[in-house]
């Protein structure tokens, strides 16, 4: 699904280079500029949702100006356990008013409204106290997501798993546990393209086919998207927010797609942990054995230094 060491083709290595390199401006450009405020100054703004049960009306003009840009996930982050599958009720809402026509009647208080078009993706979480978002990307895969979520389980720790539609589809009982056991599932496109090269109308059926499978499993659709190789455009920001989805991006690769062994990757979260931070990692589209192992070290480090392992709320 990511970059593999066995997808060998010049064409797909160069497609491949040029992706990589437009995620690592997105997490490495954006973030000096986005960690303190918006660029024009303007402190990071509120959603226009502050509560999943209390939402106005949906509309556009619900939510903040378009092009308002996310600083940090605005409304701070979930205390594990404390939200338990508060996701799933969280996102009964959104199902009532997803694609339906404004005209629709649905009780206000079960709708969300639509999020903002962005014009780029959230890179952290509002750091309060030291919180960071372990974040999992391609998946389910049966020959690693089972041992990550162990992992969590046995760590009492909730992370977000940003699903491919078509692995959903392959392996729905994963998809199932990881909602029953509280995580957070996102859509990472149905088939892991480079979005920028595809028309809207394609955009529209990879995300829109994604939310639809993990709604059908879990009965809530994602809140949440991230663009396979953190390739973004403005359609798939336009398309992400119609489908009712907010853009995270990450602030840590810990680059496990290059299968380095377990030592890189724990050395990179240690590197890179801070309060705030996305760690991004992968449990299919390679040999991710290195980031189970690795999980299983960094995991028990970051709780045993103070830091509390959470998902974003919205
Ligand atoms: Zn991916």
Redesign the pocket.
Known sequence: ??ADADQTTPGRRTVLRLAAALGATTAVGLFAVDRFASPDGTPPRAPAAASPTASPPAGPAAGPAPGAVPAAVPDGVAVPGAAGPQAAAGQAGAAGYRLQPMTAYTPPRFRRALPPVRVRPFLQVAPAGRTMVLTF??GPDPRYTPAILDTLRRHRVRAMFFLCGEMADAHPDLVRRAAAEGHVLGN?SWS?PLIPSLRPSRIRGELGRTSEVVERLTGAAPLWYRA??GAWNKHSFEIGAELGMEPLAWTVDTLDWTEPGADAIVGRVRAGAAPGVVVLS?DA?GDRSGTVAALDRYLPELLDSGYRLTVPRR
Request: glycine fraction near 10%; hydrophobic fraction near 20%; avoid cysteine.
């Open positions: 699904m990511t990307d391609d990472h892991h396979p190789f992968h589209g």
